[in-house]
């Protein structure tokens, strides 16, 4: 009886042992996991901070994305600038001749690109999955905004990508762009994607952009209601519906210019920098400054002299953009030994100079260039108005050889806006996403090169990577 | 000792009621009066199986109306009913009809009549005479479809063992080794790569009873997702009923490289480089670090001593000696009617062959068992090692350029440049970081390999392997059991480097301590039954198992370390710094066997087993595993019956089934961030991506095959396997746009084919001289059959080696040469296109020319220069007893290889290194010699293959070695006066690796430097260790 007894107890044991179902639960020690990082509110907020760290990309990457190369690659493609130095590279991206082979410009980008678009879509599935807000861990309103923010950073890569590797919109809608990827991978098995057209990427950044959720979120370092409403503005103004875009941009509002200029740039320590015209930028400390030659002082500053502003071809060989009284070139450019370079970032040794990327002047010219295509007198009145708040900040009406007030007729002040434009944001990852915008022709003859290319060119756009074909089998060559 | 029984039998509670089962014991003697060792005791009816003691003596748990079945290799087995009898002695008789040996299976064992999986068996007769300090060497040969490579003669230096061939390329290919049923750690246990330190080396050889290597998928299915790099299963001594014996087992060893190659004196040496520095520049008169010498105007010169001697350093002879190794096992066995005991304790020493290479072993062993009641079992087991090894070499872990690899500097430094001063200080340059010029116009720039005895490089273990069983036997047949076994290991490394030389100079003095906990246990219950109806034979088990395996470790480093005596990292260091890290993995397991047999004459094994892994991606944790096997004993049928006095046995078998490899990293398949910053906040980035479905690599067996036996003492075992291993775990690149990176997955296959032949027999057994020998060979062809999407080719720990589908793992891969030019003198090298080039060293920087004259424009590209897996290998034993003297004569062999003679490359580099007697007299002189070594021009390092690995130092690997001599002698302790006591001695002498035959050049064709990586990276010879000579003396004595 008593052996019986004792073999029922082991068989017993051995049911109960095996009926410890989290024996095999073994989570990564002293390293943060996935269940941990949505089981606390400060650590989700890390997990978007690290999409925002992505976007900008730091010295823990080896490439940087809009807080240096693809921000100066957006210059590089435009006519303002000369980079014909292949120190810091990019010299391929200003003479119009990136391969899909290319391994320093192209390639890098589009892996940047792509991981922050991940890093985006896996946050936004994971808010979702792990569900904080049911658990009580953060609030419903918190949640909708970092899904929002996640949402604007995945839209403006999306955005950036189009300006690169897209033919533009308003010469066809259907032109294809790059794979829309909406949601988190995290296994393989998803090589395969199609590209789709630009019209349908232009379609998601708008749906994408969420003033709304992003009410109550007000540091410029991330993103906030009126950031996504420019994202959302540019978009339009690139699909031609100018009147959706004024409604757009007539929302952003409580922004003044502010007077002193230099006060835009440099390296702004407190967090959360309140500048009245500043909308988005992205911070940089000494912990999280730019990699080795990767930062936009790297490219444009004096010290670097790798890419000058281009006095023969360019915005600046026009006599009333080059006065004397323009604080834009009096205060924010100086010149080397043979050319003249900007100030607006200067930072190459501890490349902490903070990145413009959205701004009230942008707003306002905007607005005049929509209102100056919708084209009727009312409307070039208002384009007028905004052009001039922008341009007298910068000169004072008294000093400049342009009258506005004189210009008369769509087309001459849409040229106004245009230049101003290309005065005002030099350098600030602007021009090239204008000329391609707008489909218009890359021009570029001086000196150094005698470049012109029209929309359709293989050219006209960055080819995608090699790399990608050969693993994206959706792709067709 | 009947205390100590008594002891543990209190211990224990046991109630001594009566019993049913009872013990019985008993001898068996061979026909001519001798006894016979390693016979099986079987029980019949059940699983209760034992093996007859070195001195005939057996002991076994049995009913008293029971009966023995007695067996043994060549005779007969016999049948004994015990009819109530506790003693039971057996004559055996010789020639019998079948072979029944035990098999030992997964958690459990059976007749070799029974088997059916393949399985190939060491004994510890086979074992005992090796001077190894470990079993992986010990193994080498012995086994079947067990290949077996000891890189170095390093000490501490673990084998490559591979079962049934490369069973993976990055999940490990070390078969998993069992030890009294607790799976243990094994390979390098230095996680940091301090001083290599042998897993396997904590088991002493002596305690080892038999080593059994399960192949098939049947043979390993029970152990499921570990089984597909074969299981290594060592059983260990246990005690016998009777007297208490002790034994004591001891030996001296001597050891040696096997082979230096000869350099050039001082003499030759400087008259050699002052002509290459003739050919360079016209002259030898010049200065290659911008100092004069006051030995002369060249810049190379003699130096002499203080009496007018000149020096002559043999830098071997500084750096090499002769090692001295001894082993001392002292062992108490014995048992009662219900508690047996084994106790040993065991001490080794070791040093090696180079200066600073030393190990250290002292280790206890208790294994007890007794029959609490008679349906109650219990044992323990339990086995304890402090062992050290220290080493200075800079050579190991891979480390093929290290300025301080001993092998390297021995054959390269200058000849005419001193080790020591006169007073016996180390002869330094100014800096106390590298070797003085010497008469020299040049610096080395190396640095002084004797300075580093004032280092420390060590690694401590303290280790426990234990087990505590239960068994409940509550109706016959019937056994309920559960063990608790234990692997745990404190490891402690040491490094530190001499303020006052060399490497330690600059900072200085630098220490560097890991300290790591190894914590592995597991706990297995399983149920047997076992049941005869008529002629259906049944066996079944079932079992469940959890597994648990974990490890923390702590780095402490710092600088400002003035005094060795501060190497602990305790007080005055200048600065520090420290790291630490911890993992844990899982494993829960269902598994279940079912054998059955109809008259033992069909036989049918079915494996299951069930794991969970908490290692693996969340959707795929668990896996299942199966093996098949099925036998026909066809010698059984009714046909036979003519034939069978000839043809004793024939067996066909077959098996089939799905094993795997989880060696893979404990967290690969989850998905963790990274810490970063964006604006001063703190950040989390997806550090590693997870695949939810990362899974085991999965291995598909099939081994088909026949044993037989005929004239009553021949058997011979064939085997063909072909094992596909799928869904390899590789590192695999995803496409860019997926944001990925790479994600550790599933993907790409391998192939391993093979046969295997085992055939053994007792050539003269005469009751005075008995000759018998084994031999088996194994045919071995291994091929990548794809790689993961997007990965073309995998190289190993440098471009000298390539994995590509369609070829065998770990190919060489060098740049294509075509000798040397006769007309110029200079190294041929092809183009990718098959151009004749010429390298024109003459300036000193590498030029190519074309048949043409002119300078070539192209590229070189590497090609793939051979396979550097053995195709075949295998060993060959004879063994004669004489009266009281035995001899053994092991031979071993391997080939089908090709290697890279990287020590070739280096003793021919005209630079400062000095070279080889084979340069001396073999360098091209003039138009028209077919020479083997180019025209030296001074400072090439292109032509001889250093910078550049050239395919004309790929050498086939074949070889043949006289594996082990040994002579022995028993002497005849019957006649001695019974109260000395000894009941058995024996002496011997033994020389390990006493004979090499091959055509490869270089140090040894066994050697492999890239110990850190040896599938990928396989076949290179660069700057190792040789193989060792070792020569022995031993006795082996029962009290």
Redesign the interface.
């Known amino acids: 009886m008593k052996?019986?007894f004792?073999?029922l107890m082991?068989?017993v044991?051995?049911v109960s042992?095996?009926s410890c179902k989290d024996?095999?639960?073994?989570?990564?020690?002293?390293?943060?996991?996935?269940p941990l990082?949505f089981s606390k509110a400060?650590?989700i907020e890390?997990?978007l901070?690290?999409c925002?760290?992505?976007f900008?990309s730091?010295s823990?990457m080896s490439y940087t994305f809009m807080g240096g190369k693809t921000y100066a690659a957006l210059d590089s493609r435009g006519d303002d600038v000369v980079n014909i130095n292949n120190q810091q590279t990019l010299k391929d991206t200003y003479e119009m001749n990136v391969l899909g082979s290319n391994q320093l410009e192209n390639?890098p980008t589009?892996?940047m690109a792509?991981?922050?678009?991940?890093?985006c879509n896996?946050f936004i599935d994971n808010m979702a999955s792990y569900n904080p807000v049911e658990k009580g861990i953060i609030s419903a309103e918190v949640a909708a905004q970092y899904i929002a923010e996640a949402k604007f950073l995945r839209a403006y890569t999306y955005y950036v990508l189009c300006k690169l590797y897209s033919q533009p919109y308003c010469k066809n809608p259907e032109s294809p762009a790059?794979?829309l990827?909406l949601t988190g991978?995290?296994?393989?098995g998803?090589?395969?994607?199609p590209l789709s057209s630009i019209g349908k990427i232009y379609e998601q950044i708008i749906a994408d952009c969420n003033p709304t959720a992003l009410a109550s979120q007000t540091l410029k370092?991330r993103a906030t209601a009126d950031a996504a409403r420019m994202l959302k503005m540019r978009v339009e103004m690139a699909m031609g519906k100018w009147s959706d875009a004024i409604v757009t941009g007539s929302e952003i509002t409580g922004y003044t210019l502010v007077a002193d200029m230099t006060t835009l740039y440099g390296f702004f320590e407190e967090?959360g920098y309140s500048n009245s015209e500043m909308i988005f930028i992205?911070?940089?400390?000494s912990?999280?400054s730019p990699n080795t030659q990767s930062s936009v002082a790297d490219y444009y500053s004096l010290n670097a002299q790798v890419g000058w502003l281009d006095t023969e071809a360019g915005i600046l060989s026009k006599e009333a953009y080059c006065l004397e009284a323009d604080q834009r070139i009096s205060a924010l450019t100086e010149w080397g030994e043979k050319y003249l370079y900007t100030k607006k970032f200067t930072n190459i040794g501890t490349k902490t100079d903070w990145i413009p990327q959205m701004r009230y002047a942008e707003t306002l010219l905007n607005l005049a260039e929509c209102y100056a295509n919708v084209g009727d007198r009312e409307s070039l009145d208002k384009a007028k108005a905004a052009l001039k708040t922008v341009r007298e900040r910068a000169i004072p009406a008294e000093s400049d050889i342009l009258n506005i007030d004189e210009l008369t007729g769509k087309d001459a002040i849409l040229e106004a806006v245009y230049n101003e434009r290309r005065a005002e944001l030099i350098c600030e990852g602007i021009r090239g996403a204008d000329i391609a915008r707008r489909g218009e022709n890359f021009v570029k003859k001086n000196s150094f090169v005698d470049i012109n290319i029209a929309p359709g060119d293989s050219r006209y756009v960055w080819p995608i990577?090699d790399?990608?074909y050969?693993?994206?089998n959706a792709l067709e060559k | 000792m009947r205390k100590f029984v008594l002891f543990i039998a209190a211990v224990l509670s046991v109630a001594m009621v009566h019993a049913q089962n009872k013990q019985v014991s008993g001898m068996v003697y061979a026909p001519d009066g001798t006894v016979v060792a390693g016979a099986t005791v079987l029980v019949e009816g059940t699983t209760t199986v034992t093996l007859t003691s070195v001195d005939g003596h057996y002991v076994i748990n049995a009913p008293q109306n029971g009966t023995l079945v007695f067996s043994l290799l060549g005779y007969q087995t016999q049948s004994v009913a015990i009819e109530g009898r506790s003693v039971v002695d057996v004559n055996m008789k010789e020639d019998t009809e079948v072979i029944d040996d035990v098999v030992v299976l997964a958690y459990g064992t059976t007749s070799a009549r029974k088997a059916t999986a393949s399985v190939a068996s060491i004994k510890a007769d086979a074992l005992k005479d090796s001077p190894s300090v470990s079993l992986d060497q010990m193994m080498q040969g012995r086994a079947s479809g067990v290949s077996i490579t000891t890189p170095n003669a390093g000490v501490g230096q673990a084998s490559n063992v591979m079962v049934r061939g490369v069973s993976s390329i990055s999940a490990g290919t070390n078969p998993l080794y069992v030890v009294d049923g607790v799976p243990i750690m094994a390979g390098n246990m230095s996680p940091s790569g301090v001083a290599d330190a042998n897993g396997l080396a904590d088991i002493n050889p002596a305690d080892i009873i038999s080593i059994d290597v399960l192949k098939d998928a049947a043979a390993t299915a029970l152990y499921g997702s570990r089984a597909a790099s074969g299981v290594v299963i060592i059983t260990t001594k246990q005690g016998r009923t009777g007297k208490a014996k002790v034994t004591y087992d001891m030996s001296v060893g001597a050891s040696n490289a096997t082979y230096l190659p000869e350099v050039m004196n001082a003499e030759q040496y400087t008259n050699f480089k002052n002509m290459a520095l003739v050919n360079r520049y016209g002259t030898s008169e010049v200065s290659l670090n911008g100092k004069d010498s006051e030995w002369g105007k060249n810049a190379f010169n003699l130096m002499t001593d203080s009496k007018g001697k000149t020096i002559d350093t043999n830098w071997a002879k500084e750096l090499f000696r002769t090692g001295l190794v001894h082993n001392h096992t002292l062992a108490v066995s014995g048992g009662s009617n219900r508690v047996s005991y084994y106790m040993s304790a065991n001490y080794t020493d070791q040093k090696g062959i180079v200066i600073g290479d030393h190990y250290n072993r002292l280790g206890v062993r208790a294994n007890v068992s007794g029959q609490a009641t008679d349906w109650l079992k219990v044992g323990f087991t339990a086995n304890y090692t402090h062992s050290i090894t220290e080493m200075l070499d800079g050579s190991r872990g891979g480390e093929v350029y290290a300025a301080v690899g001993f092998t390297r500097a021995a054959l390269i430094l200058p000849p005419n440049t001193p080790a020591y001063n006169e007073d016996g200080s180390y002869y330094v340059d100014a800096t106390k970081q590298y070797l003085g010029d010497g008469p020299n116009r040049v610096t080395t720039g190396y640095q002084n390999p004797v300075t580093t005895l004032d280092n420390i490089n060590n690694s401590k273990i303290d280790r426990l392997i234990s087990s505590g069983f239960v068994e409940i036997t509550p109706v016959k047949g019937l056994s309920l059991k559960s063990q608790f076994g234990v692997d745990y290991s404190k490891n402690e490394e040491e490094k530190f480097w001499t303020p006052n030389y060399g490497q330690g100079v600059t900072y200085p003095g630098y220490a560097f301590n890991v300290f790591t906990d190894y914590m592995n246990w597991n706990w297995t219950n399983t149920i047997g039954y076992s049941v005869d109806i008529k002629d259906h034979n049944i066996d079944i088990l079932l079992g469940q198992e959890l597994t648990s395996e974990g490890y923390d470790y702590a780095i402490l480093s710092g600088t400002g370390i003035l005094n060795k005596d501060f190497a602990g990292l305790y007080p005055g260091y200048e600065s520090y710094d420290g790291g630490a890290a911890r993992g844990k993995r899982t494993m829960s397991s269902y598994f279940a066997r079912l054998n059955y047999d109809y008259k033992s004459k069909y036989l049918i094994s079915l494996n299951y087993r069930r794991d969970g892994l908490s290692s693996l991606g969340a959707n795929s944790k668990w896996g299942n595993f199966w093996g098949v096997s099925a036998a026909w004993r066809i010698s059984e049928e009714g046909f036979w019956d003519d034939i069978r006095s000839t043809m004793n046995e024939f067996k066909i078998k077959a098996s089939y089934g799905t094993v795997g490899n989880s060696e893979i990293g404990y967290y690969n398949a989850q998905s963790y961030f990274g810490d970063s910053l964006y604006g001063g906040n703190y950040a989390l980035l997806l550090g590693n991506i997870g695949d939810d479905n990362l899974q085991w690599e999965t291995s598909n067996k099939l081994d088909v095959g026949f044993s037989m036996q005929f004239l009553n003492n021949i058997t011979i075992d064939f085997d063909y396997y072909n094992t596909k291993t799928s869904s390899l775990v590789f590192a695999v690149p995803q496409g860019p746009s997926t944001g990925i990176g790479s994600l550790v997955t599933n993907a790409g296959a391998m192939r391993n084919q093979g046969v295997e032949l085992a055939i053994g027999a007792d050539i003269i057994r005469r009751k005075n001289f008995v000759w018998n020998t084994n031999f088996n060979f194994t045919y071995a062809k291994n091929e990548v059959v794809e790689l993961a999407n997007g990965v073309t080719e995998i190289y190993g720990s440098s471009e000298n080696n390539i994995t590509i589908p369609g070829y065998s793992v770990g190919q060489l891969y060098v740049y294509p040469t075509g000798g040397i030019d006769s007309e110029t003198g200079q190294r041929v090298f092809y183009g990718p296109n098959g151009e004749w080039t010429r390298l024109d060293m003459s300036t000193g920087s590498p030029t190519w020319y074309l048949k043409d004259g002119t300078v070539y424009q192209g590229d070189f590209e590497r090609v793939r220069a051979g396979n550097t897996l053995p195709t075949y290998f295998g060993g060959w034993t004879n063994t004669f007893r004489f009266y009281g003297v035995d001899i053994t004569l092991f031979l071993q062999y391997s080939g089908g290889n090709w290697i890279y003679n990287g020590t070739g490359a280096s003793l021919s580099d005209y630079r400062w290194w000095n070279n080889s007697m084979d340069v001396y007299n073999n360098y091209w002189k003039e138009p028209g010699d077919n020479a083997k070594y180019p025209k030296p021009y001074y400072g090439d390092n292109y032509s001889n293959g250093s910078a550049m690995e050239i395919s004309d130092w790929i050498e086939r690997g074949d070889y043949l070695r006289v594996k082990n001599i040994c002579v022995g002698y028993t002497f005849d302790t019957k006649k001695w006066n019974k109260k000395l006591g000894i009941s058995s001695l024996r002496l011997y002498v033994q020389c390990q690796n006493a004979l090499t035959l091959t055509g490869y050049s270089g140090l040894d064709p066994e050697t492999n430097s890239m110990t850190g990586d040896m599938i990928l990276s396989g076949g290179f010879d660069k700057n190792t260790l040789p193989q060792a000579r070792t020569w022995t003396g031993g006795l082996n004595i029962t009290f």
């Open positions: 052996k019986i004792i073999g082991t068989l044991s051995l042992m095996t024996f095999l639960e073994q989570p990564i020690p002293d390293t943060t996991n996935e990082v400060e650590y890390a997990n901070m690290g925002y760290h992505y900008k730091t823990t390639y589009w892996v792509y991981s922050i678009i991940n890093e896996v790059v794979p990827r991978l995290k296994a393989s998803n090589n395969d994607c370092t967090k992205l911070p940089m400390t912990m999280d990577p790399s990608e050969a693993y994206n």
